[in-house]
């Protein structure tokens, strides 16, 4: 490189450097370590490496670009943009080479590492590094007087064409290696693994020529209730479709602690189970392959977080020890995997798995996965993350430290064990509010976004109906219902007589609140029940009281914000939540929602091979606390049984709201019957 070479300066990565004229703009690229697309290693079929070249005056860089400062459009660029179309301005940077002094910038589908910026509420980005990425290359054509196989050729060009050292492939592969290989002319696209541990890269598939139909990863959030998965291509991060079961695990037992009864009173009851949710995750790739419009086989990677008795579940192993202390795990590792040895067949039969470490015995990988997806060891203040489903797992931390816990809420607040209670479907009452004065109520059902009480709500929830109460609707309905003094703080129901509406009816010998009543039209009577209220209460004690116990440990009262996350988490409204008490007291705007944040965890786990290894260090720094045999526990969860808490204050909601100081409860103060009713319990 003379000094007088013509000088080229990348954006937006500012680097630059001086090369001799009739240099390539890609070879530039890669000796300046800019980031720059390329499939095909510069022969000009792939057009990942597709740049724009600036003309005129760029002060900031003290260049002066003069238009025929890269060499001419050439015929390979030609025929690209006659068959597929370049966009204006663009040039292949494979193509194009340096004539004189250029400015030339990047654009970020032609960056490898490309930032897919997530959905949710923070601003965090995914750097595309997957563990499996494309590599086209031309493979040296047999030769009688110099033997090799083709393997062996396929090797070396991978490690002259692209410096990929060391090469390893299943038997399976072998035997289609031949075949691709003279179909392809002896130009082919292979599929490669290389994780955050591997030593070499794993050939998972190969195609003739060039493959140009991508190449896809599931993230999958396996719960206890439902399986959630996000279909990923593996090149631009993009989520190409989302899907979720029910887990079928369910007949077994509704909560993990009934499954692992399950295995231990029938003997084979734990591989009943594994089958079941192989089989489920089966139909569900499946599916969402189809629904995508993609073949299965293009799908080469899934990432798992689930809690660790679904982790021991999906992985064959009996989950007998998680049912009893000290809740051993038969391993907490993160762990590296063929696809094929979970029985995981509908995918490509050479696909790689992931399963994100546990942090212990009750705090599985879904909880490492929130911790990947939010970062508390990365924050400043102190905050409180609450990842709401059957379990709820709970993480407190800053940077100094970080403590997690999980806490058995059970499905209530996923609409289950609720008298109206269904899952977030069309039709579901998803938001309700109640006058505190006529204490009528309106609501909001999922697929319309009129209130019962706006014109026209009623013709465009014809095709739905009203069906019954989704999770977030139930934690509306009973925090409004305290707000307008039809449920005090013990979780008594006041009947019409106390309350002053019709809409307390009578129920056995407890009360419910009638919230629409369809029953003369031979539609649901939807109801929220003493029962219902119950069973919220007893959600919400274990969540807050699981938070307490890591406040505890921390030595703190309060904390600095909360996150709510799960799947269900973003549609939870933070004010009721507080007013419900499910989590402490915090001014509302330190309230946020993460969405599915450990769905998101995992999808950074399939993106980002580097955050494997960075999650496999945080877990063990992450402090778990044991809920199951903590005697605090039980005296928090006593104690947040009261709606919002019998002793801790809530300052800032108060600021907000009044909570109305009414009692239903005919001996006795509200705290205390609560408390007396839990024990009798
Ligand atoms: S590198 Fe493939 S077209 Fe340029």
Not at 537 to 551: E, V
Request: aromatic residues 4%; contains cysteine; glycine residues 10%.
């Amino acid at each position: 490189m003379a000094s007088q070479d013509p000088l080229v300066v990348f954006t937006p990565s500012g680097k630059r450097g001086r090369f001799p004229a009739g240099t390539p703009i890609l070879t530039a690229a890669r000796k300046l370590g800019v980031d720059l697309d390329s499939v095909c290693g510069g022969r000009g079929i792939c057009s990942k490496c597709q740049i724009t070249p600036g003309v005129g005056e760029f002060s900031k860089h003290g260049v002066t670009v003069a238009p025929d400062a890269l060499s001419e459009w050439n015929a390979v660029e030609g025929r690209y943009d006659q068959k597929r179309g370049l966009k204006p301005g663009r040039r292949l940077g494979c193509q194009a080479q340096v004539q004189s002094d250029v400015v030339i910038d990047v654009p970020p589908e032609s960056q490898v590492h490309k930032q897919v910026v997530r959905k949710a509420a923070s601003a965090r980005v995914i750097v595309m590094d997957p563990a499996t990425r494309l590599y086209f290359v031309e493979v040296e054509e047999p030769d009688m007087h110099e033997p090799t196989g083709d393997f062996e050729r396929l090797k070396r060009a991978l490690e002259k064409q692209w410096e990929v050292k060391g090469l390893r492939a299943d038997l399976s592969l072998m035997g289609k290696l031949q075949k691709v290989l003279r179909k392809g002319k002896w130009t082919v696209t292979v599929a490669l693994h290389r994780d955050h541990q591997a030593e070499k890269s794993t050939v998972i598939d190969i195609w003739p020529g060039l493959h140009e139909a991508g190449l896809y990863g599931l993230a999958i959030d396996l719960g206890s209730t439902t399986v959630a998965a996000h279909l990923t291509d593996l090149e631009t991060g993009e989520v190409k479709a989302s899907s979720g079961i029910m887990n079928p695990q369910i007949r077994f037992g509704e909560d993990l602690m009934s499954r692992v009864s399950y295995a231990m009173m029938n003997p084979g009851g734990e591989a009943e189970m594994t089958a079941a949710v192989r089989e489920a995750l089966n139909t569900l790739f499946e599916e969402i392959a189809r629904e995508a419009g993609i073949d299965p086989a293009l799908i080469v990677e899934t990432v798992f977080v689930c809690n660790p008795v679904m982790h021991h579940l999906l992985l064959g192993i009996d989950p007998v020890e998680l049912g009893q202390a000290p809740f051993a795990l038969a391993t907490s590792n993160a762990l590296r995997l063929d696809a094929k040895e979970l029985d995981l067949t509908a995918i490509n039969p050479r696909a790689k798995t992931y399963v994100l470490p546990c942090i212990a015995g009750h705090v599985g990988a879904d909880a490492a996965a929130v911790a990947l997806s939010e970062e508390p060891g990365k924050s400043e203040d102190l905050a409180l993350m609450v990842d709401v489903g059957t379990n709820a797992e709970i993480l407190l931390g800053d940077k100094s430290r970080v403590l997690a816990c999980s806490s058995p809420t059970g499905p209530a607040f996923e609409g289950a064990q609720i008298s109206s209670g269904q899952r977030a479907a069309p039709g579901a009452i998803e938001a309700i509010r109640i006058d505190p004065e006529t204490k009528e109520p309106r609501f909001r059902v999922i697929g319309c976004d009129l209130w019962s009480d706006e014109d026209g709500f009623t013709e465009a929830t014809a095709a739905t109906g009203i069906t019954g109460i989704c999770g977030s609707g139930i934690i509306e309905a009973v925090a409004e219902m305290r707000l307008a003094g039809l449920v005090d703080a013990s979780g008594l129901i006041g009947g019409a007589d106390k309350t002053g509406t019709e809409r307390s009816v009578p129920e056995g010998r407890t009360h419910a609140y009638l919230i629409h009543d369809a029953s003369a039209e031979g539609g649901p009577r939807i109801t929220v029940t003493q029962g219902d209220i119950r069973a919220i209460q007893l959600a919400k004690s274990a969540l807050y009281a699981g938070a307490r116990l890591l406040m505890d440990t921390r030595g703190v009262d309060k904390v600095d914000r909360v996150v709510l996350a799960g799947a269900f988490g973003a549609h939870i409204s933070p004010l009721h939540a507080m007013v419900l008490g499910m989590i402490p007291d915090v001014p509302l705007d330190k309230v946020t929602s993460a969405g599915n944040a450990a769905g998101t965890g995992a999808r950074i786990a399939l993106c980002n091979v580097a955050s494997r290894k960075e999650i496999e260090r945080v877990v063990r720094q992450i402090t778990k606390v044991e809920t199951a045999i903590e005697p605090k526990f039980q005296e928090h969860f006593v104690n947040a049984n009261a709606i919002p808490h019998a002793t801790d204050p809530f300052p800032e909601l108060l600021k907000l709201v009044t909570l109305p100081k009414v009692s239903f409860n005919t001996g006795g103060d509200e705290g205390d019957g609560g408390r007396r009713r839990r024990r009798r319990r």
